[in-house]
């Protein structure tokens, strides 16, 4: 299951993809020859005006055939060459490559926002709270060797009930949850109930003085937590507040593309912390199973990940066309093909052999 899920993913994030490439293609006034979905040997095709429209038994992505896109086109120079790829401006050109990062972009800004409008589980506000039936008290952080953490307390259980003595604590406002803890004066155990993973489970913690560095006298476990809940964005809000979500992980996933492609250049690169076709699929396979909103989420991060990786400067990659178009417009000539086919099949082995590295890392985190 968690390979058909991934094969759909894949698909429709190349199909977005070249459609951003197709659309502008044709806006601007450029031959498109084909559109596929999938990869040959061919299912079934449609022609429609100038454009064949079809459908591959390879279900791992699609394409466009843009008529004097390929080297080969503008060597034997068949057809009317002014519709050619290479025969309009370069700054349609260069829109036509750049339309495909854009629609990727545009495909997780969709998907984000659909997710809000949805709900998801998130941190919630004081006056959120008394809309999300699922509000809890979440650990978000454990100090390391706190009374919290001594008793198995762990990032990411939910807080259900906290008994000492008679009394009983069972409110989801963090502040309430402090003051609870902080007048157990005589500091006897604390017997905790929280759910982990579908499991309810029953803790002992005692809280101490001299746990909280700026608060020394005051009892505590050493936890940090904080109220989380579903409560739909409403459908005028998801659009905005999906552009600043879409944004915020656009501009870290970016941060760490940087850091990662700086490390491969200095030869320090820890390629252990990447994944590639095999382990993305295992992630598929494991957001599929907390539901439909995990597996949105990351397939909106993949989007975006792509987009990013296409925008490098990296023949084979639209970066690396988008490359060569400036150059020719510097130049204001076309490259010679012969040159340009080199940097490419060099660009496209580097690929190759990065995808190839990091599958293989994949395949060793399963034995280990």
Same mark, same amino acid.
Request: aromatic residues 8%; charged residues 15%.
């Given at each position: 299951?968690?390979?058909?899920? *991934? ?15 197709f659309?502008? $293609? ?11 979905v999938?990869y040959?040997p061919?299912?079934? $095709? #449609? ?12 279900? *791992? ?9 390929? =080297? ?14 290479g ?11 750049? +339309?495909?990062?854009?629609? &990727? ?7 984000i ?14 006056? =959120?709270?008394?809309? +999300? ?12 060797? !706190?009374?919290g ?29 402090? !003051?609870?803890?902080?007048?157990? !004066? ?15 489970m029953?803790?002992? $913690? ?13 009892? $505590?476990?050493?936890? +940090?937590? +904080? ?5 739909p964005?409403?459908? #005028? ?14 501009? =870290?996933?970016?941060?760490?593309? #940087?850091?990662? *492609?700086? !490390?491969?250049?200095?030869?320090? /690169? ?13 992630a598929?396979?494991? /957001? ?16 975006? &990940?792509?987009?990013?990786?296409n ?43 990065l ?11 399963f *034995?280990?």
């Open positions: 299951m968690s390979v058909i899920l *991934f094969i759909l993913v894949l698909l429709a994030l190349i199909v977005v993809h070249e459609f951003g490439h659309v502008v $293609a044709k806006w601007s006034g450029m031959r498109v020859d084909e559109f596929g999938g040959p061919r299912a079934r $095709a #449609w022609k429609y005006g100038e454009t064949e429209y079809s459908v591959n038994w390879l279900p *791992f992505g699609g394409f466009v055939r843009i008529y004097g896109e390929d =080297e080969q086109d503008r060597v034997e120079g068949t057809g009317d060459v002014s519709r050619a790829f025969s309009r401006p370069r700054v349609l050109q260069a829109l036509t490559l750049f +339309a495909g990062i854009a629609m &990727n972009l545009l495909f997780a800004w969709v998907l926002s659909g997710i809000l409008a949805i709900g998801t589980v998130r941190a919630l506000t004081p006056e =959120e709270v008394p809309y +999300a039936k699922d509000a809890a008290l979440m650990v978000s952080n454990v100090l390391a060797g !706190s009374p953490a001594e008793a198995g307390l762990k990032a990411g259980d939910a807080i259900k009930k906290v008994v000492l003595g008679d009394h009983e604590f069972t409110g989801v406002v963090p502040t309430d949850f402090t !003051s609870f803890i902080a007048s157990d !004066s005589t500091q006897i155990p604390l017997t905790i109930t929280v759910l982990r993973g579908g499991t309810e029953i803790l002992t $913690a005692t809280p101490k003085a001299g746990v909280i560095a700026n608060d020394p006298t005051r009892p $505590a476990l050493g936890l +940090a937590v +904080a109220t989380a809940g579903t409560v964005v409403t459908w #005028w809000k998801a659009p905005i507040e999906g552009a600043k979500l879409t944004a915020e992980i656009t501009k =870290e996933t970016a941060i760490g593309l #940087w850091q990662f *492609f700086s !490390s491969i250049a200095l030869l320090n /690169a820890d390629l252990t912390q990447v994944s590639g076709p095999i382990g993305i699929a295992g598929v396979g494991t /957001a599929s199973s907390h539901g439909l909103v995990a597996l949105l989420t990351l397939t909106a991060i993949i989007s975006i &990940n792509l987009a990013l990786i925008l490098l400067p990296i023949p084979a990659l639209d970066g690396g066309r988008l490359l060569f178009v400036a150059i020719e417009a510097v130049i204001r000539r076309p490259l010679p093909v012969v040159a340009a086919r080199a940097v490419n099949t060099v660009g496209f082995a580097f690929l190759i052999l995808m190839v590295v990091v599958s293989f890392h994949d395949v060793l985190k *034995f280990t």
